[in-house]
Every structure is written in C-alpha cells, then in structure tokens.
T-cell receptor, first 116, second 115 residues
Framework: AQKITQTQPGMFVQEKEAVTLDCTYD???????LFWYKQPSSGEMIFLIY??????QNATEGRYSLNFQKARKSANLVISASQLGDSAMYFC?????????????FGKGTTLSVSS | DSGVTQTPKHLITATGQRVTLRCSPR?????VYWYQQSLDQGLQFLIQ???????AKGNILERFSAQQFPDLHSELNLSSLELGDSALYFC??????????????FGDGTRLSIL
C-alpha cells in the first residue's frame, strides 16, 4: 500500500494566488515526520517545510505553510502569493523514526505551474 | 546551496560498465542517504550510512554498493550497468540517525545516462 499519496499530478495557478497541494499518508506509528520538497526543472531537491506528528501547531516557513490534519492523515502544503519561480515539482515525504533505519518515503509528486 | 556536494553532475557510460558517484555531506552531518529518481519508479531510497556504518537498505540492487569513509564522505558504486540504471542519483545528509526527525538536505544529484 502506498504510504504517501499525492493525488494531483498537475496544478495550475496564477501569480499572487494561493495554492494547496494535497498529501495524504498512511502509518500506524504515532511518531513520524512529514516533509515537503521542491524540485525545479534544474533537478535539485530543496527542503521546504517539516511537520512532526507531535507538533501542536501547523508548521510555517515564509510563504509556505502546512495544513496538518492528523485525524485525516493529511499534510497539505499551502503556498501563499504564488510566484513564477514556484513553478516546479513538489514532493511530500514521510519518515517513521521508530522503524529502525528508515529513510524518506516520497509521494509521486505534483507539478505546479504558475502563470502571469 | 544545501551544503551537500555531489560529483560528477553528469555521467555518460555504456552498458556493462562500472561507475562511482561521490558525495560530501553538509558539515557536521553524520548520516548520508542515497536515493534514485527515475521516471517509472519515482524517488526511491537506496541505502543509508551513519557515521561510517551501514544503517539501512532500501531498494538497492546487488550490483550497487556504497560506503562511508572516516571523513564522512560517501561513494555509491554501480556495476554491470544496464539501460534501466539511467536515473538521477541523489545524496542527502542529516545531522542525526534514523531516529531523528531532522530534515534531509539533498545534493544537486548525479545524472547517469547509460548508452
């Protein structure tokens, strides 16, 4: 079964608008971490934001925020005031630290296109 | 700049050959992870080292091997290369081991093309 599901293959938004990228996850471990990464067309992977399963507040980093709904097992990324430079592939990933030796499990990604 | 350095950036070789990809983690990071990104498989974890010791294995083929040296840099060796090994190979590093929720910082990747 897929651990990380990103159901939106592509999203389109205009500059200055907000956009939400969906991510649902599956784990039975009470302790886990959720991450979002951005991959521009140049290929590098850029860490954006992190949410721990025990964090009481939703994570925010500048224009990025994470809408964490634990009961629904969702961790959607919200990008406010989109910019042309936000056009990229976005990956949601999970880490289950109580599982010995696990690394990041990635979703298939969502391509975001921002137009002027 | 993530602080993780991968060399080379591009590698073109033929089937049956062997290549070595190199990674220098961020200063102070003890964990190194290798990932493979391909169109059909997406991003997949290959192997992790922590402070010189192998910590975890993912979907790594027997033809592939890795090691982490005392100075903490790591190498991924790919042998008997096949066309399907063409992919973007990422190295990532983090300060902690697998029990930490610290983010992993990725290098720019090595794009491997098998002809």
């Amino acid at each position: 079964a897929q651990k990380i599901t990103q159901t939106q293959p592509g999203m389109f938004v205009q500059e200055k608008e907000a956009v939400t990228l969906d991510c649902t996850y599956d784990t039975s471990d009470p302790s886990y971490g959720l991450f979002w990464y951005k991959q521009p067309s140049s290929g590098e992977m850029i860490f954006l934001i992190y949410q721990g399963s025990y964090d009481q507040q939703n994570a925010t980093e500048g224009r990025y925020s994470l809408n964490f709904q634990k009961a629904r097992k969702s961790a959607n990324l919200v990008i406010s005031a989109s910019q042309l430079g936000d056009s990229a592939m976005y990956f949601c990933a999970m880490r289950e630290p109580n599982q010995a030796g696990t690394a990041l499990i990635f979703g298939k990604g969502t391509t975001l296109s921002v137009s002027s | 700049d993530s602080g993780v350095t991968q060399t080379p950036k591009h590698l073109i070789t033929a089937t049956g050959q062997r290549v070595t990809l190199r990674c220098s983690p961020r200063s102070g990071d003890l964990s190194v992870y290798w990932y493979q990104q391909s169109l059909d498989q997406g991003l997949q974890f290959l192997i992790q080292y922590y402070n010189g010791e192998e910590r975890a294995k993912g979907n790594i083929l027997e033809r592939f091997s890795a090691q982490q040296f005392p100075d903490l840099h790591s190498e991924l060796n790919l042998s008997s290369l096949e066309l399907g090994d063409s992919a973007l190979y990422f190295c990532a590093s983090s300060a902690g081991d697998s029990y930490s929720n610290q983010p992993q910082h990725f290098g720019d990747g090595t794009r491997l093309s098998i002809l």
